[in-house]
């Protein structure tokens, strides 16, 4: 039989009163033993006219103030979060038959972490930056190309590749936090966490 904590859930769930001490610890897991990206997050927004949308995106980094991820702001996503700033994450770990389910509202980080995080990506990633014009129709794949090659022309020092004005990072501020673990016979085990006045408040939920 597998130990249990004291709301009587699998032990994976400790006994953390600050979900961010949970998540840390359960995506230290993910990163040995996802094979690919365990950073790799799904982002749900919603535009203008209240369509939704998802797509992966790659978490670069969180701490109590929330989790933060990086784009061109004028992509469909850039353009969505702009207009409503409520999103939603979920993580899913196949390999720990885990999931984190996140929702909040989202905040451009500042330009310093910006900044940073933009000089510690490769040459190529920092010239693709400036050279796709993210969710944008193109005629074929050589026009995309052609743009790259252009912008190496135009900034040859791989040390000196400035940050384009439309690209940056949100960071989302979680109101709820929600942990999944799979059970036997689709009886999952689920602890959600909500803020309420600064502070988190913990529940269980029915599977």
Known sequence: MNEKNSLGLNICFKEKD????????WFEEAKKSEPNDPNAVA????????????????????NDNG???FTNFNSDKGK?????PNISMCFHWKSLLRQIRIEGEAEQVSNKEADEYYSSRNYESRIGAWASNQSSIISNRKELMDAI?????????????????????WRL???SIEFWLDGDHR??????YIK?????KKILLSP
């Open 43 to 62: 982002l749900g927004t919603s535009d203008k006219n209240g369509f939704n949308s998802v797509r992966m995106v790659l978490l670069k980094d969180f």
């Open 18 to 25: 600050n979900p961010f001490d949970l998540f840390k610890e």
């Open 173 to 175: 501020k979680p109101r």
């Open 149 to 169: 090659e252009n912008f190496k022309s135009k900034y040859p020092d791989e040390n000196n590749v400035p940050r384009p004005g439309h690209w940056s990072g």
């Open 187 to 192: 009886i999952h085990e689920r602890l959600k």
């Open 80 to 84: 969505s979060i702009k207009n409503n």
């Open 196 to 200: 309420e006045d600064n502070n988190w």
């Open 67 to 69: 989790f933060v991820f």
